[in-house]
Each structure stands twice: as structure tokens, then as C-alpha cells.
Nanobody, 126 residues
């Protein structure tokens, strides 16, 4: 059974940093794209960032560009999200995602992702 398990969420203050991690099991995603999405209370899920299979290409939403950094370790089957200069509007449940077969992020609502974690809550207080 394929699983993506996020960790690292929590309550922080505006301006603080937080690092999320996602560990995969059941299969390797070293040849496919992975990413992070988030869903704020009362809002739809939105794309945050994605990384290609090789790690050579990264993509960010305009709202997090310059503050968040995605990385991956294919040897450990993990993907991480370093979040700096956090803002209250970053408060959301953050979901790790992985594609079943796309090597790179797809410009579509789900980013070409097929597997999803259960999410980890990030709360940023003002």
C-alpha cells in the first residue's frame, strides 16, 4: 500500500520558519514529480510547490515564491518543504503529493499528482 506521511506542522508566529517533511512508503517516487498543496479553512485546495523527479526543476505559487523551498532526497524517498517568513495567510493543512508517472509537474489543478498524504496542520499566528 502506497503511503505519504507528512510531519513537521505546528503553531508558529508570523515571521518564523517551519520545515515540513514527507516520507513515502510502498513504492519509490524517485522517477516522478512530487509536491505540496495546502487547504486553508473554508477554501479550496491550492498548489504550493512541486519538484521534478531529478530535483532539477522546481515550481512555486506566487504567494510563496522567495519564502518557501522544496527539496527531495530520492535515496530516502522523502520530500521536504522549508517555509520561512511565515505569514498568517499561510495557515492551512499542508498535503504532500506524488505523481504516479509524470516526471515533472503538470500545469493543471492537481499538478499531475495521484497520491496524497493526509496532511499536517500549519498555524501561523499574528
Amino acid at each position: 500500500q502506497v503511503q505519504l506521511v507528512e510531519s513537521g506542522g505546528g503553531l508558529v508566529q508570523a515571521g518564523d520558519s517551519l520545515r515540513l517533511s514527507c516520507a513515502s512508503s510502498g513504492r519509490t517516487f524517485s522517477t516522478t514529480a512530487m509536491g505540496w498543496f495546502r487547504q486553508a479553512p473554508g477554501k479550496e485546495r491550492e498548489f504550493v510547490t512541486a519538484i521534478s523527479a531529478s530535483g532539477g526543476s522546481t515550481y512555486y505559487s506566487n504567494s510563496v515564491k522567495g519564502r518557501f523551498t522544496i527539496s527531495r532526497d530520492n535515496a530516502k524517498n522523502t520530500v521536504s518543504l522549508q517555509m520561512n517568513s511565515l505569514k498568517p495567510e499561510d495557515t492551512a493543512v499542508y498535503y504532500c503529493a506524488a505523481s504516479d508517472y509524470y516526471a515533472d509537474y503538470q500545469p493543471q489543478p492537481d499538478g499531475g499528482m495521484h497520491y496524497w498524504g493526509k496532511g499536517t496542520l500549519v498555524t501561523v499566528s499574528s
